[in-house]
């Protein structure tokens, strides 16, 4: 058996960069991205 691979994907970092285009004034200053994962999986 291989060893396991691991992955990090970050959305959160992909999001900023997709806002920052349309919002020239986030460009130098720090972003933070809240989420509330209660909602995952349909659970309401």
Known sequence: MGKPLYA???CNN???SCERLF???L???PVVV???????G???
């Open 8 to 10: 990090l994907v970050d």
């Open 23 to 25: 919002r020239p004034d």
């Open 27 to 29: 460009r130098q200053r």
């Open 42 to 44: 349909g659970n309401r």
């Open 34 to 40: 809240l989420s509330n994962n209660d909602l995952r």
């Open 14 to 16: 992909f999001y900023v």
